[in-house]
Protein backbone atom coordinates (compact mmCIF):
# COMPACT_ATOMS: atom_id res chain seq x y z
CA UNK A 1 0.00 0.00 0.00
CA UNK A 2 1.92 3.21 -1.02
CA UNK A 3 1.46 5.96 1.29
CA UNK A 4 -0.14 9.82 0.04
CA UNK A 5 2.80 11.77 -1.10
CA UNK A 6 3.05 15.31 1.33
CA UNK A 7 2.52 18.43 -1.01
CA UNK A 8 6.10 19.86 -1.10
CA UNK A 9 4.55 23.37 -0.36
CA UNK A 10 3.02 21.68 2.91
CA UNK A 11 6.39 19.87 3.84
CA UNK A 12 7.89 23.76 3.26
CA UNK A 13 5.40 25.44 5.47
CA UNK A 14 6.24 22.78 8.58
CA UNK A 15 9.97 23.48 8.17
CA UNK A 16 9.18 27.19 8.38
CA UNK A 17 7.12 26.81 11.11
CA UNK A 18 9.79 24.78 13.03
CA UNK A 19 12.51 27.03 12.15
CA UNK A 20 10.67 29.97 13.42
CA UNK A 21 10.03 27.79 16.62
CA UNK A 22 14.01 27.13 17.36
CA UNK A 23 14.40 30.72 16.33
CA UNK A 24 11.87 31.74 18.86
CA UNK A 25 13.15 29.74 21.75
CA UNK A 26 16.86 30.66 20.92
CA UNK A 27 16.09 34.30 21.45
CA UNK A 28 14.17 33.57 24.40
CA UNK A 29 16.36 31.65 26.14
CA UNK A 30 19.04 34.02 25.03
CA UNK A 31 17.34 37.31 26.53
CA UNK A 32 16.22 35.37 29.37
CA UNK A 33 19.95 34.43 30.16
CA UNK A 34 21.14 38.22 29.86
CA UNK A 35 18.38 39.10 32.05
CA UNK A 36 19.22 36.54 34.83
CA UNK A 37 23.28 37.66 34.63
CA UNK A 38 21.95 41.46 35.36
CA UNK A 39 19.35 39.97 38.06
CA UNK A 40 21.40 37.91 40.27
CA UNK A 41 21.60 39.10 44.26
CA UNK A 42 24.58 39.63 46.12
CA UNK A 43 26.51 36.32 46.88
CA UNK A 44 25.70 35.78 51.02
CA UNK A 45 27.14 32.52 53.17
CA UNK A 46 25.73 30.45 56.54
CA UNK A 47 26.80 32.92 59.34
CA UNK A 48 29.50 31.11 61.48
CA UNK A 49 28.85 29.77 64.72
CA UNK A 50 29.58 32.47 67.47
CA UNK A 51 28.80 35.55 69.34
CA UNK A 52 26.31 35.93 71.76
CA UNK A 53 25.09 32.01 72.66
CA UNK A 54 21.44 30.69 70.76
CA UNK A 55 18.51 28.61 72.66
CA UNK A 56 20.06 26.61 69.97
CA UNK A 57 23.75 26.65 70.64
CA UNK A 58 23.15 26.36 74.37
CA UNK A 59 20.48 22.73 73.34
CA UNK A 60 23.34 21.36 71.08
CA UNK A 61 26.66 22.45 71.97
CA UNK A 62 26.96 20.15 75.08
CA UNK A 63 25.42 17.29 72.83
CA UNK A 64 28.45 17.68 69.76
CA UNK A 65 31.05 18.68 72.21
CA UNK A 66 31.00 14.87 73.82
CA UNK A 67 31.00 13.83 70.92
CA UNK A 68 33.64 15.42 68.37
CA UNK A 69 33.63 14.30 64.66
CA UNK A 70 30.65 12.60 65.04
CA UNK A 71 27.33 13.59 63.41
CA UNK A 72 24.25 13.14 66.02
CA UNK A 73 21.03 11.70 63.67
CA UNK A 74 17.44 11.34 64.59
CA UNK A 75 15.14 9.58 62.05
CA UNK A 76 12.01 11.50 62.11
CA UNK A 77 9.13 9.05 60.65
CA UNK A 78 5.91 10.75 62.20
CA UNK A 79 4.93 13.49 60.43
CA UNK A 80 3.33 15.41 63.93
CA UNK A 81 7.07 14.99 64.86
CA UNK A 82 8.51 15.99 61.60
CA UNK A 83 6.27 19.53 62.10
CA UNK A 84 7.54 20.04 65.62
CA UNK A 85 10.83 19.63 64.58
CA UNK A 86 10.83 22.66 62.25
CA UNK A 87 8.54 24.96 64.27
CA UNK A 88 10.66 23.89 67.42
CA UNK A 89 14.01 24.42 66.12
CA UNK A 90 12.90 27.83 64.55
CA UNK A 91 11.72 29.22 67.87
CA UNK A 92 15.13 28.33 68.88
CA UNK A 93 16.71 30.33 66.06
CA UNK A 94 18.61 32.95 67.51
CA UNK A 95 21.19 33.71 64.75
CA UNK A 96 20.52 32.37 60.95
CA UNK A 97 17.60 30.42 59.29
CA UNK A 98 18.65 29.07 56.09
CA UNK A 99 15.82 27.07 54.18
CA UNK A 100 15.84 25.53 50.58
CA UNK A 101 12.57 23.34 49.30
CA UNK A 102 11.04 22.16 45.86
CA UNK A 103 7.54 23.44 47.50
CA UNK A 104 6.27 25.54 50.26
CA UNK A 105 2.20 25.29 50.18
CA UNK A 106 0.57 28.38 51.70
CA UNK A 107 -1.68 26.17 53.78
CA UNK A 108 -2.36 25.61 57.50
CA UNK A 109 0.93 24.33 58.30
CA UNK A 110 2.81 26.30 55.57
CA UNK A 111 1.23 29.25 57.18
CA UNK A 112 2.71 28.56 60.20
CA UNK A 113 5.78 27.60 59.58
CA UNK A 114 6.08 31.46 57.49
CA UNK A 115 4.36 32.82 61.06
CA UNK A 116 7.90 30.95 63.11
CA UNK A 117 10.34 32.20 60.64
CA UNK A 118 8.56 36.03 60.56
CA UNK A 119 9.14 35.69 64.67
CA UNK A 120 12.52 34.33 64.08
CA UNK A 121 13.39 37.78 61.70
CA UNK A 122 11.88 39.74 64.41
CA UNK A 123 14.17 38.85 66.86
CA UNK A 124 17.17 39.14 64.74
CA UNK A 125 17.34 36.15 62.81
CA UNK A 126 18.96 36.51 59.54
CA UNK A 127 16.39 35.04 57.59
CA UNK A 128 17.18 33.07 53.51
CA UNK A 129 14.27 31.06 52.10
CA UNK A 130 15.17 29.46 48.35
CA UNK A 131 12.15 28.13 46.94
CA UNK A 132 11.64 25.84 43.23
CA UNK A 133 9.96 28.38 40.84
CA UNK A 134 7.93 25.42 39.36
CA UNK A 135 5.37 25.50 42.44
CA UNK A 136 4.93 29.09 42.67
CA UNK A 137 2.00 30.30 40.91
CA UNK A 138 -0.09 32.67 42.61
CA UNK A 139 2.32 32.73 45.56
CA UNK A 140 4.32 35.87 44.79
CA UNK A 141 2.45 38.27 46.74
CA UNK A 142 3.74 36.53 50.02
CA UNK A 143 7.11 35.82 48.57
CA UNK A 144 7.35 39.71 48.16
CA UNK A 145 5.84 40.13 51.40
CA UNK A 146 8.41 38.42 53.67
CA UNK A 147 11.15 39.93 51.32
CA UNK A 148 9.88 43.37 52.19
CA UNK A 149 11.18 42.13 55.85
CA UNK A 150 14.43 43.64 56.50
CA UNK A 151 15.97 40.65 57.90
CA UNK A 152 14.28 38.05 55.53
CA UNK A 153 15.58 37.54 51.35
CA UNK A 154 13.54 35.17 48.89
CA UNK A 155 15.32 33.71 46.37
CA UNK A 156 13.77 31.73 43.17
CA UNK A 157 15.18 28.80 41.68
CA UNK A 158 15.21 28.93 37.80
CA UNK A 159 12.02 31.07 37.63
CA UNK A 160 10.19 32.19 34.94
CA UNK A 161 11.35 36.36 33.85
CA UNK A 162 6.91 36.62 33.08
CA UNK A 163 4.98 36.96 36.14
CA UNK A 164 1.56 38.88 35.41
CA UNK A 165 -0.20 37.11 33.19
CA UNK A 166 -0.85 32.96 31.98
CA UNK A 167 -0.26 33.59 28.52
CA UNK A 168 3.29 35.19 28.53
CA UNK A 169 4.36 32.74 31.35
CA UNK A 170 3.44 29.62 29.63
CA UNK A 171 4.71 31.01 26.14
CA UNK A 172 7.93 31.68 28.21
CA UNK A 173 8.08 27.82 29.86
CA UNK A 174 6.78 26.55 26.24
CA UNK A 175 10.12 28.50 24.24
CA UNK A 176 12.67 27.50 27.40
CA UNK A 177 11.26 23.35 27.61
CA UNK A 178 14.36 21.90 27.55
CA UNK A 179 15.89 23.88 31.01
CA UNK A 180 12.44 24.45 32.50
CA UNK A 181 11.34 21.38 33.14
CA UNK A 182 14.37 20.56 35.07
CA UNK A 183 13.58 21.74 38.94
CA UNK A 184 15.42 21.89 42.01
CA UNK A 185 14.03 19.17 44.46
CA UNK A 186 16.30 19.83 47.52
CA UNK A 187 14.59 20.16 51.06
CA UNK A 188 17.09 21.37 53.84
CA UNK A 189 15.94 23.43 57.10
CA UNK A 190 19.25 24.74 58.98
CA UNK A 191 19.19 26.54 62.20
CA UNK A 192 21.97 28.47 63.84
CA UNK A 193 24.81 26.24 62.29
CA UNK A 194 23.53 23.60 64.87
CA UNK A 195 20.82 22.06 63.36
CA UNK A 196 19.58 20.50 60.42
CA UNK A 197 16.99 18.60 58.68
CA UNK A 198 16.90 16.88 55.20
CA UNK A 199 14.72 14.52 53.68
CA UNK A 200 11.60 13.85 51.59
CA UNK A 201 9.27 16.38 52.98
CA UNK A 202 8.10 20.06 51.13
CA UNK A 203 6.26 22.13 53.28
CA UNK A 204 2.14 21.85 54.11
CA UNK A 205 -0.48 19.95 55.58
CA UNK A 206 -0.42 16.55 53.41
CA UNK A 207 3.18 16.46 54.95
CA UNK A 208 2.22 16.99 58.49
CA UNK A 209 -1.08 15.45 58.64
CA UNK A 210 -3.15 18.05 58.28
CA UNK A 211 -4.54 17.74 54.99
CA UNK A 212 -8.55 17.19 54.33
CA UNK A 213 -7.80 14.94 51.34
CA UNK A 214 -4.56 12.90 52.00
CA UNK A 215 -1.95 12.90 54.07
CA UNK A 216 1.88 11.62 53.10
CA UNK A 217 4.00 9.38 54.72
CA UNK A 218 7.26 10.33 54.65
CA UNK A 219 10.69 10.35 56.20
CA UNK A 220 13.25 13.14 57.54
CA UNK A 221 16.77 13.27 59.30
CA UNK A 222 17.70 15.93 61.54
CA UNK A 223 21.31 16.50 62.01
CA UNK A 224 23.04 17.84 64.51
CA UNK A 225 27.42 17.94 64.45
CA UNK A 226 29.82 18.32 61.15
CA UNK A 227 27.01 17.44 58.64
CA UNK A 228 25.13 20.34 59.60
CA UNK A 229 28.23 22.05 57.57
CA UNK A 230 27.97 20.19 55.10
CA UNK A 231 24.57 21.02 54.52
CA UNK A 232 24.93 25.03 54.97
CA UNK A 233 27.95 24.31 51.93
CA UNK A 234 24.84 22.89 49.64
CA UNK A 235 22.73 25.90 50.81
CA UNK A 236 25.10 28.34 49.68
CA UNK A 237 26.12 26.61 46.38
CA UNK A 238 22.21 27.02 45.16
CA UNK A 239 22.30 30.09 46.82
CA UNK A 240 24.62 32.20 45.20
CA UNK A 241 23.85 29.75 41.54
CA UNK A 242 23.57 31.28 38.69
CA UNK A 243 20.06 29.72 38.53
CA UNK A 244 18.66 31.53 41.68
CA UNK A 245 17.43 34.83 41.50
CA UNK A 246 15.96 37.25 43.96
CA UNK A 247 11.87 37.58 44.05
CA UNK A 248 12.51 41.38 44.40
CA UNK A 249 14.49 41.16 40.76
CA UNK A 250 11.38 39.81 39.24
CA UNK A 251 8.87 42.44 40.83
CA UNK A 252 11.30 45.34 40.76
CA UNK A 253 7.58 47.63 40.86
CA UNK A 254 5.73 46.01 43.02
CA UNK A 255 5.36 46.96 46.57
CA UNK A 256 5.45 44.31 49.65
CA UNK A 257 2.48 44.38 51.59
CA UNK A 258 4.17 42.95 54.89
CA UNK A 259 1.47 44.74 57.18
CA UNK A 260 -1.33 42.81 55.16
CA UNK A 261 0.16 39.53 55.27
CA UNK A 262 1.19 39.52 58.95
CA UNK A 263 -2.41 40.58 59.63
CA UNK A 264 -3.84 37.61 57.24
CA UNK A 265 -1.36 34.84 59.35
CA UNK A 266 -2.56 36.46 62.65
CA UNK A 267 -6.18 35.50 61.79
CA UNK A 268 -5.42 32.13 60.00
CA UNK A 269 -3.37 31.65 63.69
CA UNK A 270 -7.06 31.99 65.80
CA UNK A 271 -8.71 29.70 63.44
CA UNK A 272 -10.38 26.71 65.21
CA UNK A 273 -8.34 23.77 62.93
CA UNK A 274 -4.91 25.75 63.74
CA UNK A 275 -5.62 25.79 67.67
CA UNK A 276 -6.72 22.23 67.03
CA UNK A 277 -3.45 21.41 65.45
CA UNK A 278 -1.15 23.41 67.31
CA UNK A 279 -2.61 21.81 70.59
CA UNK A 280 -1.41 18.25 68.96
CA UNK A 281 1.80 19.22 68.20
CA UNK A 282 2.90 20.81 71.15
CA UNK A 283 1.79 17.42 73.17
CA UNK A 284 4.78 15.66 71.18
CA UNK A 285 7.36 15.24 72.76
CA UNK A 286 9.89 14.20 70.28
CA UNK A 287 11.83 17.37 69.56
CA UNK A 288 11.43 18.42 72.43
CA UNK A 289 13.19 15.79 74.05
CA UNK A 290 15.76 15.88 71.00
CA UNK A 291 17.00 19.40 72.38
CA UNK A 292 16.95 18.97 75.98
CA UNK A 293 19.01 15.57 75.45
CA UNK A 294 16.63 13.55 76.52
CA UNK A 295 15.58 11.50 72.95
CA UNK A 296 18.58 8.67 72.17
CA UNK A 297 20.64 10.11 69.00
CA UNK A 298 22.60 7.63 66.78
CA UNK A 299 26.12 9.30 66.64
CA UNK A 300 28.03 8.03 63.67
CA UNK A 301 31.17 9.37 62.22
CA UNK A 302 30.49 7.62 58.58
CA UNK A 303 27.57 9.91 57.90
CA UNK A 304 27.71 11.50 54.06
CA UNK A 305 25.40 14.43 52.89
CA UNK A 306 25.66 14.16 49.17
CA UNK A 307 23.68 16.41 46.68
CA UNK A 308 23.67 16.80 42.57
CA UNK A 309 25.00 20.17 42.29
CA UNK A 310 22.57 23.08 40.51
CA UNK A 311 24.76 22.78 37.31
CA UNK A 312 22.75 19.48 36.70
CA UNK A 313 20.09 21.39 35.51
CA UNK A 314 22.37 22.47 32.59
CA UNK A 315 23.37 19.08 31.64
CA UNK A 316 26.69 19.89 33.61
CA UNK A 317 29.09 18.29 35.86
CA UNK A 318 28.02 15.23 35.05
CA UNK A 319 30.81 13.45 37.22
CA UNK A 320 29.43 14.83 40.53
CA UNK A 321 25.62 13.75 39.58
CA UNK A 322 24.19 11.73 43.31
CA UNK A 323 23.56 8.43 41.22
CA UNK A 324 27.08 8.16 40.73
CA UNK A 325 27.13 7.33 44.20
CA UNK A 326 23.58 6.09 44.81
CA UNK A 327 23.49 3.29 42.63
CA UNK A 328 26.81 1.48 43.06
CA UNK A 329 25.96 1.76 46.81
CA UNK A 330 22.68 -1.07 45.57
CA UNK A 331 25.24 -2.91 43.23
CA UNK A 332 27.36 -3.67 45.71
CA UNK A 333 24.24 -5.17 47.82
CA UNK A 334 25.45 -8.59 49.31
CA UNK A 335 21.80 -9.89 50.90
CA UNK A 336 18.82 -7.84 50.85
CA UNK A 337 18.07 -4.39 49.08
CA UNK A 338 14.69 -2.33 50.32
CA UNK A 339 13.70 0.43 48.34
CA UNK A 340 10.64 3.15 49.18
CA UNK A 341 10.19 5.77 46.71
CA UNK A 342 6.95 7.56 45.96
CA UNK A 343 7.25 7.29 42.27
CA UNK A 344 9.44 4.24 40.42
CA UNK A 345 10.35 4.58 36.79
CA UNK A 346 13.53 2.58 36.65
CA UNK A 347 13.83 2.45 33.14
CA UNK A 348 15.98 -0.29 31.39
CA UNK A 349 19.29 0.43 32.87
CA UNK A 350 17.53 0.19 35.96
CA UNK A 351 15.13 -3.06 35.53
CA UNK A 352 18.99 -4.71 34.47
CA UNK A 353 20.60 -3.12 37.69
CA UNK A 354 17.90 -5.15 39.86
CA UNK A 355 17.47 -8.05 37.73
CA UNK A 356 21.39 -8.63 38.45
CA UNK A 357 21.00 -8.57 41.98
CA UNK A 358 18.26 -11.05 42.18
CA UNK A 359 20.36 -13.09 39.93
CA UNK A 360 23.18 -13.24 42.41
CA UNK A 361 21.24 -14.42 45.07
CA UNK A 362 19.91 -10.66 46.62
CA UNK A 363 16.66 -10.03 47.95
CA UNK A 364 15.55 -6.92 46.46
CA UNK A 365 11.95 -5.50 47.88
CA UNK A 366 10.22 -2.22 46.63
CA UNK A 367 7.47 -0.14 48.03
CA UNK A 368 5.89 2.93 45.57
CA UNK A 369 2.26 3.92 45.64
CA UNK A 370 -0.54 2.00 43.68
CA UNK A 371 -2.78 3.40 40.82
CA UNK A 372 -4.96 4.30 43.48
CA UNK A 373 -2.85 6.24 46.17
CA UNK A 374 -0.26 7.84 43.65
CA UNK A 375 -0.89 11.62 43.22
CA UNK A 376 0.58 11.43 40.00
CA UNK A 377 -1.24 9.03 37.73
CA UNK A 378 0.93 9.68 34.47
CA UNK A 379 4.25 8.19 36.82
CA UNK A 380 2.53 4.90 36.86
CA UNK A 381 2.68 4.89 33.70
CA UNK A 382 5.82 4.71 33.27
CA UNK A 383 5.98 2.54 36.48
CA UNK A 384 3.62 -0.25 35.42
CA UNK A 385 5.83 -1.04 32.14
CA UNK A 386 8.53 -2.10 34.11
CA UNK A 387 6.55 -4.48 36.52
CA UNK A 388 6.44 -7.85 34.73
CA UNK A 389 10.00 -7.21 33.96
CA UNK A 390 11.13 -6.98 37.88
CA UNK A 391 8.96 -9.63 38.79
CA UNK A 392 9.94 -12.09 36.22
CA UNK A 393 13.52 -12.02 37.58
CA UNK A 394 12.20 -11.99 41.55
CA UNK A 395 12.27 -8.59 42.48
CA UNK A 396 9.07 -8.19 45.26
CA UNK A 397 6.68 -5.36 44.65
CA UNK A 398 4.44 -3.44 47.20
CA UNK A 399 2.16 -1.02 46.61
CA UNK A 400 0.79 1.46 48.65
CA UNK A 401 -3.59 1.41 49.63
CA UNK A 402 -5.05 4.26 48.94
CA UNK A 403 -6.64 4.33 52.70
CA UNK A 404 -4.95 3.77 56.35
CA UNK A 405 -7.03 4.07 59.27
CA UNK A 406 -3.56 4.40 61.38
CA UNK A 407 -2.80 7.53 59.45
CA UNK A 408 -6.55 8.81 60.19
CA UNK A 409 -5.91 8.24 64.04
CA UNK A 410 -3.00 11.02 63.78
CA UNK A 411 -4.72 13.71 60.95
CA UNK A 412 -5.91 16.96 62.37
CA UNK A 413 -9.23 16.13 59.72
CA UNK A 414 -9.10 12.02 60.38
CA UNK A 415 -8.82 11.69 56.50
CA UNK A 416 -7.79 8.26 56.53
CA UNK A 417 -6.94 8.76 52.52
CA UNK A 418 -3.17 7.78 52.27
CA UNK A 419 -0.32 8.76 49.44
CA UNK A 420 3.38 7.51 49.79
CA UNK A 421 6.32 10.39 49.49
CA UNK A 422 9.14 8.86 51.26
CA UNK A 423 12.35 8.18 49.15
CA UNK A 424 14.62 6.16 51.16
CA UNK A 425 16.63 2.64 50.69
CA UNK A 426 18.73 0.16 53.29
CA UNK A 427 21.51 -2.28 51.97
CA UNK A 428 22.29 -5.44 53.86
CA UNK A 429 21.00 -3.87 57.19
CA UNK A 430 24.38 -1.82 57.53
CA UNK A 431 23.66 1.29 54.89
CA UNK A 432 20.63 3.59 54.98
CA UNK A 433 19.96 6.68 52.31
CA UNK A 434 16.92 9.66 53.79
CA UNK A 435 16.31 12.01 51.02
CA UNK A 436 14.44 13.56 48.06
CA UNK A 437 16.15 11.39 45.69
CA UNK A 438 12.81 9.69 44.18
CA UNK A 439 14.15 6.05 41.86
CA UNK A 440 12.89 7.75 38.70
CA UNK A 441 14.39 8.83 36.11
CA UNK A 442 13.37 12.84 36.73
CA UNK A 443 15.21 12.19 40.28
CA UNK A 444 17.96 10.67 38.08
CA UNK A 445 19.05 12.71 34.93
CA UNK A 446 16.76 16.57 35.53
CA UNK A 447 16.17 17.50 38.45
CA UNK A 448 18.49 17.88 41.40
CA UNK A 449 18.57 15.65 45.09
CA UNK A 450 20.22 15.77 48.14
CA UNK A 451 19.82 13.18 51.21
CA UNK A 452 21.89 11.36 53.73
CA UNK A 453 23.82 8.34 53.03
CA UNK A 454 25.52 6.97 55.98
CA UNK A 455 26.81 3.20 57.29
CA UNK A 456 25.32 2.25 60.46
CA UNK A 457 23.00 -0.23 61.47
CA UNK A 458 20.39 1.48 63.79
CA UNK A 459 20.09 4.04 60.93
CA UNK A 460 19.42 1.65 58.00
CA UNK A 461 17.14 -0.87 61.18
CA UNK A 462 15.21 2.41 61.54
CA UNK A 463 14.57 2.23 57.84
CA UNK A 464 13.98 -1.31 57.62
CA UNK A 465 11.33 -1.19 60.76
CA UNK A 466 9.16 1.59 58.74
CA UNK A 467 9.18 -0.42 55.57
CA UNK A 468 8.41 -3.78 57.13
CA UNK A 469 5.41 -1.66 58.55
CA UNK A 470 4.25 0.17 55.19
CA UNK A 471 4.38 -3.11 53.60
CA UNK A 472 2.38 -4.85 55.90
CA UNK A 473 -0.85 -6.96 54.65
CA UNK A 474 -3.20 -3.70 56.13
CA UNK A 475 -1.40 -1.03 54.28
CA UNK A 476 0.02 -2.35 51.09
CA UNK A 477 -1.21 -4.84 48.11
CA UNK A 478 1.88 -7.06 47.53
CA UNK A 479 1.92 -7.61 43.27
CA UNK A 480 3.19 -11.17 41.87
CA UNK A 481 2.75 -12.84 38.82
CA UNK A 482 0.65 -15.27 37.97
CA UNK A 483 2.11 -17.30 34.84
CA UNK A 484 2.12 -14.14 32.67
CA UNK A 485 -0.60 -12.16 34.20
CA UNK A 486 -0.58 -9.60 37.01
CA UNK A 487 -1.92 -10.26 40.27
CA UNK A 488 -2.16 -8.41 43.43
CA UNK A 489 -2.59 -9.59 46.81
CA UNK A 490 -5.28 -7.79 48.61
CA UNK A 491 -5.17 -9.54 52.36
CA UNK A 492 -7.18 -12.99 52.23
CA UNK A 493 -8.18 -12.27 48.60
CA UNK A 494 -6.01 -12.10 45.02
CA UNK A 495 -7.26 -9.26 42.43
CA UNK A 496 -6.36 -9.58 38.69
CA UNK A 497 -6.45 -5.62 38.13
CA UNK A 498 -5.07 -2.82 39.83
CA UNK A 499 -7.32 -2.47 43.22
CA UNK A 500 -9.49 0.36 43.81
CA UNK A 501 -8.36 2.38 40.93
CA UNK A 502 -10.65 4.71 39.09
CA UNK A 503 -11.27 3.69 35.28
CA UNK A 504 -10.09 7.49 34.36
CA UNK A 505 -6.68 6.75 36.21
CA UNK A 506 -6.69 3.27 34.20
CA UNK A 507 -7.26 4.97 31.13
CA UNK A 508 -4.27 7.58 32.28
CA UNK A 509 -1.66 4.72 32.36
CA UNK A 510 -2.55 2.71 29.84
CA UNK A 511 -1.79 5.74 27.20
CA UNK A 512 0.95 7.15 29.51
CA UNK A 513 2.67 3.12 29.66
CA UNK A 514 3.35 3.66 25.13
CA UNK A 515 4.19 7.11 25.26
CA UNK A 516 8.28 8.15 24.81
CA UNK A 517 8.32 10.38 27.74
CA UNK A 518 9.49 7.55 30.71
CA UNK A 519 12.53 10.49 30.85
CA UNK A 520 10.28 12.95 31.76
CA UNK A 521 7.94 11.64 34.70
Request: a positive charge.
Amino acid sequence: MRLPRIDDDILLSLAVVIALIAIASFISVYVYGRFAKRARGTPSHCLPIGGAVTPADAAVAPLTEARPGETGIIVLGGNCDAFAARALSAAAAGRSLDMMYYLWRGDLTGGLLVGQVLAAADRGVRVRLLLDDINTRGLDPEYLALSGHPRIEVRLFNPAKNRVTSLRRGVEMLLRLLSVTRRMHNKAWIVDGRVAIIGGRNIGDTYFDAARDANSSDMDAALVGPSVAAVEEIFDTYWNSPLTLPIRSLWKNRASNLVDFRAGLARRARSAPVRDYLARARGDETLAQFLDGRLPIVWSDAARILSDPPAKTQRGERDRWLINVLMPTIAAAERHVKVTTAYFVPGSEGVEGLCRLTGRGVSVSVLTNSLASTNQVTVHGGYSEARPKLLKCGTRLYELRPTDADRAKSSLFGSDAATLHAKNFSVDGRIGFIGSFNFDLRSAYLNTEMGLLIEDAEIAAAIDAVFVDETSERKSYEVFLEGAALRWRDGGRIVDREPDATRMRLAIAAVVRHLPIKRQL
